[in-house]
């Protein structure tokens, strides 16, 4: 069975440093790979999604970047974090377009 | 872009009662998707709709997709307090599209 791992489960960081969030999937190959980030009264908010290796499409132009360094490795980065960056962030995989996402439990980043 | 708006935004009702939830799409919907969110917790998917018309239960939880693709709505029979959580509806922006976007949900309290 397939299984998606995300971490770390919280963060705290200043304002002005760096992040790396990961996500791995594993029992599958070739994942379409996805980040959210949720917000209160925002709604999740398709942030970066990957259909393959060294595939990456970004939807919301913003402090942050995302890489696939590997078939199903998924990394959201940032050079200086931001206030407005803190929420929930959320990496899902699915299989092919039109088939349900898979989500992971989430990384709650706080920004101070 | 396509946008999906979720009604009502929040709802508390008291154990046994029927709900309905709608979500409304500004385009055609290709897939239409539902999750369940617990607060600080990743998505659980619960139901795919893809052809007009279609109806899926599972459990005490029937989804639709309307003739007309661009309208979904989720009914849960006989509420618990297990069904309370964050509801969203997410969809393909179009046929064959890597993009799922979601609304922002709505909150459900089910008080015993």
């Known amino acids: 069975s397939q299984t998606i791992h995300q971490w770390p489960a919280t963060l705290v960081q200043p304002v002005g440093s760096p992040l790396s969030l990961e996500c791995t999937v594993e029992?599958?190959?070739?994942?379409?790979l996805y980040w959210y980030r949720q917000a209160a009264g925002r709604g999740l908010q398709l942030l970066f999604y990957s259909v393959g290796i060294g595939q990456i499409s970004s939807e919301v132009p913003q402090n942050l970047s995302a890489s696939r360094p590997q078939d199903r490795q998924f990394i959201l980065s940032s050079k200086k974090l931001l206030l407005s960056d803190s929420g929930f962030y959320l990496c899902?995989?699915?299989?092919?377009?039109?088939?349900?996402?898979?989500f992971g439990n989430g990384t709650r980043l706080t920004v101070t | 872009s396509q946008e999906l708006e979720q009604s009502p935004q929040s709802l508390i009702v008291q154990e046994g009662k029927n709900l309905t939830i709608n979500c409304t799409s500004s385009?055609?919907?290709?897939?239409l998707y539902w999750y369940k969110q617990k607060y600080g917790e990743g998505l659980i998917f619960l139901m795919m709709?893809?052809?007009?018309?279609e109806e899926k239960s599972h459990e005490k939880i029937t989804a639709k997709l309307d003739e007309k693709k661009q309208q979904s709505s989720l009914h849960i029979t006989a509420s618990q307090p297990s069904h309370a959580g964050i509801y969203l509806c997410g969809a393909d922006t179009q046929g064959g599209s890597e993009k799922l976007v979601f609304g922002k949900g709505m909150k459900l309290t089910v008080n015993p």
């Open positions: 899902a995989w699915r299989r092919i377009s039109g088939s349900p996402l898979h």
């Open positions: 029992g599958t190959s070739n994942p379409n």
């Open positions: 385009k055609t919907l290709y897939g």
């Open positions: 709709l893809q052809k007009g018309g």
